[in-house]
């Protein structure tokens, strides 16, 4: 019973200004009360929702009844030994689990945010996509992520970006990824300028050139790893849905629509998409796109056999690139050992519960049941 109720309010860290505005109106109340409470969400972090010191009384019992404001529960925490990545698993109020990574590197702090619990894309190096798509979060769930990943690792670095590349293909999860963005860059609350929030996707062609005209200038990664179709069909399923010609048309469109450049990330299998034939192909590609092209040596995950190419090999990739005039980076090397590739936190989580290892996992254990 109780569970049907709290199903029915609203949560607060999912609203807009505007809907906290108009929440304070309909309830009689100056619309300033709406803003006054998003401040108390997004700036103040608040926990519940008797914290709104300055809130009035009738509308803070109003709010009480009618939404709720409840901090993600913390279910592990891990630090990587050799860099600063923080890696939080979150409890969600279904008794859902997802990650968030917080990473510090010289020029300041990224938080990485998943958009669903779990992805039905199919990756075949991506440790999320191995149970199919559970749910696609709220963008309350998103902003949560963030706000939460601040309550417990307060931040010094006042610029940090948002990297939308957890788990989960957030333009599917199109409405409620695109409602976050506009909340954590709300200047009310976090104000995360457009410039430092990048969304990476697998390639959904459609909702690439929707969100060329959704006039929000975030930067756009697109998940290439491969350089014909042969490849990418077999690495990423989407392609089937969307070979690269009409991929790249569309980021085309994108670029030309919004100015921006596109980043192209290409994940690194040893004896797969790693020749110099490959970086040949590729090259040719993308020759005259306002793009960077970003090498991640895949992550190996237990339940796959790929495995890195030598670093020798991925210089000599990224050299190839970059004589044929592309903008190549090969990523550093962050949190390796706290799993920090897309899933794999919440998938060993998963199994240790099942086995009942001890009192935090035992309680995941009996959600997952
Ligand atoms: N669905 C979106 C965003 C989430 S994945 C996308 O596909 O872009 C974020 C990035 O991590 C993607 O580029 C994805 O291909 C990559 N990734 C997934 N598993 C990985 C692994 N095991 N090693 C390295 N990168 C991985």
New binding site residues.
């Given amino acids: 019973m109780e569970r049907d109720e709290m199903q029915k309010k609203v949560d607060l860290r999912s609203c807009l200004v505007c809907d906290l505005e108009n929440m304070a109106v309909r309830a009689g109340e100056k619309k300033f009360r709406g803003r006054q409470v998003f401040q108390w969400v997004h700036r103040h972090f608040s926990e519940k929702i008797q914290d709104m010191k300055n809130v009035n009384k009738d509308f803070l019992s109003h709010l009480e009844k009618t939404a709720y404001l409840r901090p993600l529960e913390l279910l592990a925490k891990e630090s990587a030994k050799e860099d600063s990545t923080e890696k939080f698993l979150f409890g969600l109020r279904d008794g859902q689990a997802v990650e968030t990574v917080l990473m510090h590197y010289r020029y300041g702090a990224s938080i990485c945010v998943s958009t669903q619990v779990g992805?039905r894309?199919g990756?075949a190096?991506?440790?999320?996509t191995i149970g199919g798509l559970i749910k696609n979060l709220s963008a309350g769930e998103m902003a949560g992520q963030v706000i939460d990943v601040h309550r417990l690792a307060p931040l010094e670095e006042r610029a940090y970006s948002i990297v939308?590349?957890?788990?989960?293909?957030?333009l599917e999860n199109y409405h409620e990824t695109i409602k976050f963005i506009r909340i954590i860059n709300d200047p009310m609350g976090l104000g995360i300028g457009w410039r430092r929030i990048t969304v990476?996707?697998?390639g959904l062609v459609p909702a690439i050139y929707r969100l060329a005209e959704e006039q929000i200038p975030i930067n756009l990664?697109?998940?290439l790893?491969a350089s014909n179709d042969r490849m990418r069909d077999r690495l990423m399923p989407i392609n089937q849905k969307y070979p690269l010609e009409e991929l790249l048309a569309a980021c085309r469109s994108f670029i030309a629509k919004t100015g921006r450049r596109i980043t192209f990330?290409y994940?690194m299998i040893k004896g797969l998409n790693d020749s110099r034939e490959a970086a040949f192909e590729l090259a040719e590609k993308l020759r005259g796109l306002l793009c960077h092209v970003n090498l991640?040596?895949?992550?190996?995950?237990k339940e796959k056999p790929?495995q890195r190419p030598s670093l020798k090999q991925i210089d000599e990739f990224s050299s190839i690139l970059s004589d044929r005039g592309l903008e190549v980076t090969i990523r550093r090397e962050l949190g390796q050992d706290v799993e920090a590739?897309?899933?794999q936190l919440r998938s060993r989580f998963a199994d240790r519960a099942r086995m009942g290892a001890d009192r935090i996992e035992g309680k995941a254990g009996e959600k997952d049941d």
Avoid: D, K, R
């Fill in positions: 992805c894309m990756c190096f991506c440790a999320s939308v590349m957890g788990s989960g293909e957030p990476s996707t697998c990664a697109v998940s790893h990330e994940v991640i040596p895949v992550n190996p995950i790929y590739a897309c899933g």
